[in-house]
């Protein structure tokens, strides 16, 4: 058996979010298949179609946005089959540039927050793991820095974290990532290979993670857009005691999906310079840069 981890970005506009969070959920392929024909049902569920058949997708900024609360709060829960077909009105009514009502609003928040709740409990019910790695918004290198070339600390965690999970499973590990500007994917690809091919550890690692990833377009991939999804509610939401507390959050998201982000991580044991150690599948690297002066 391998597990593949669908990866995706978080805040790398650097403008709103409190973090840059990079990460993804990992996915047995024993239920990759079952997984997507089980994410076109919840869709179905949610919105009485399909969002790619409005040229839309399921990503976190768009069914977890501040509006779509407001719109799913100002009015009663709608019945799903009611929900159904008034959410449906929404996404046609939007392609054929017509004016929503207050209905459609409501429908459409509702059947957001219905999706998101849903993709969790999907993961949850096929055993996906979830990893992320999050460094506080606006983090530059030290001036002088030369090491471009090298994975930042952040990444190296990150994938520290999914090797302790695939050493302890016996399970080889694919990366899939979510494909963007074709320069910084092959900049990327490099350091994933400098990684892998010139350090001790990283080629330790790749016993168990094969280190040449795969691309795939978001809108292609329904565990890309879940991962994209987890990624957003751990920016607003997740926090720990020990992180800082100035970070900035949504409550409405901290409440509800935050406690969903902790059941889904991988929580393992992992090892280091001979000592073994509790670990988690989340985590903040306040500098990702060594060799800071």
């Known amino acids: 058996m391998s597990w593949l981890l669908f990866l995706d970005e978080s805040g790398h506009d650097h403008r709103n979010m409190p973090f840059e969070v990079r990460g993804g959920v990992a996915l047995s392929s024993a239920k990759l298949w079952s997984f997507i024909q089980n994410w076109r049902r919840l869709e179905e569920h949610c919105f009485g179609t399909t969002l790619s058949a409005y040229g839309k997708e399921a990503k976190g900024e768009k069914l977890l946005d501040r509006d779509r609360f407001k719109w799913a709060a100002q009015g009663e829960r709608l019945e799903d089959g009611e929900r159904r077909r008034l959410?449906?009105?929404?996404?046609?009514?939007?392609?054929?540039?017509?004016?929503?009502?207050?209905?459609?609003?409501?429908?459409?928040?509702?059947?957001?927050?219905?999706?998101?709740?849903?993709?969790?409990?999907?993961?949850?019910g096929h055993d996906a793991k979830l990893f992320a790695s999050l460094i506080p918004r606006g983090t530059k290198p030290p001036h002088g820095f030369t090491h471009e070339d090298y994975l930042r600390k952040d990444q190296v965690f990150l994938l520290e974290r999914f090797y302790y999970f695939l050493e302890n499973t016996k399970a080889h590990g694919l990366l899939v990532m979510d494909e963007s500007d074709k320069t910084l994917?092959?900049?990327?690809?490099?350091?994933?290979?400098?990684?892998?091919?010139?350090?001790?550890?990283?080629?330790?690692?790749?016993?168990?993670?094969?280190?040449?990833?795969?691309?795939?377009?978001?809108?292609?991939?329904?565990?890309v857009q879940a991962a994209d999804i987890c990624l957003y509610c751990i920016n607003w939401g997740y926090r720990l005691p020990a992180w800082d507390p100035a970070h900035e959050i949504r409550q409405e998201i901290a409440d509800e999906f935050a406690p969903k982000v902790g059941r889904l991580q991988w929580m393992g044991m992992g090892t280091r310079d001979g000592k073994t150690f509790k670990s988690s599948g989340v985590v903040l690297v306040p500098d990702p840069y060594v060799g800071r002066p």
Do not use: H
């Not at 939007?94 to 999907?122: I, K, N």
């Open 185 to 223: 994917d092959r900049r990327l690809v490099k350091r994933l290979e400098a990684y892998f091919e010139k350090t001790a550890t990283g080629r330790n690692r790749a016993a168990w993670i094969v280190p040449s990833p795969f691309f795939v377009a978001s809108d292609m991939s329904y565990a």
């Open 87 to 124: 959410a449906r009105a929404f996404l046609e009514r939007g392609r054929d540039r017509l004016p929503q009502t207050r209905d459609t609003f409501t429908a459409y928040g509702q059947a957001s927050l219905e999706m998101a709740r849903g993709v969790f409990d999907l993961l949850s």
